[in-house]
């Protein structure tokens, strides 16, 4: 069974930048499609982005499309968020997951395993 543990999460101010990363444990992540998803006090968890087993095909949501950018190394078995220009409303819990399902890898439900989350706040 593969272990995650997200780091990198914290606060910075609006415009800014961060990168998390999702290292990976007990099972190589090659052979699993990775995902990002956040969740913000009172609300639903959100996709944020996922990307394919060999890194060759990327999605991420319309609210953060063109400023965060998903990546991984799977010889270091860990996937990245790049997050720029961060807005207030990015505040959020960021959860790193896996799945070895190919399908609806935009919902929570696809993915059997998941991190403990690194908080992320943006201050306007």
């Known amino acids: 069974q593969v272990h995650l543990v997200e780091s990198g999460g914290g606060l910075v101010q609006a415009g800014g930048s961060l990168r998390l990363s999702c290292a990976a444990s007990?099972?190589?992540?090659?052979?699993?499609?990775m995902g990002w998803f956040r969740q913000a006090p009172g609300k639903e968890r959100e996709f944020v982005g996922y990307?394919?087993?060999?890194?060759?095909?990327?999605e991420t949501a319309d609210s953060v499309k063109g400023r965060f950018t998903i990546s991984r190394d799977n010889a270091k078995n860990t996937v990245y968020l790049q997050m720029n220009i961060l807005k207030p409303e990015d505040t959020a819990v960021y959860y790193c997951?896996?799945?070895?399902?190919?399908?609806?890898?935009?919902?929570?439900?696809?993915?059997?395993?998941w991190g403990q989350g690194t908080q992320v706040s943006v201050s306007s």
């Open positions: 990307i394919s087993r060999s890194g060759g095909s990327t």
């Open positions: 007990g099972r190589t992540i090659s052979s699993y499609v």
């Open positions: 997951a896996a799945s070895t399902l190919v399908v609806l890898p935009t919902r929570p439900t696809t993915y059997a395993h």
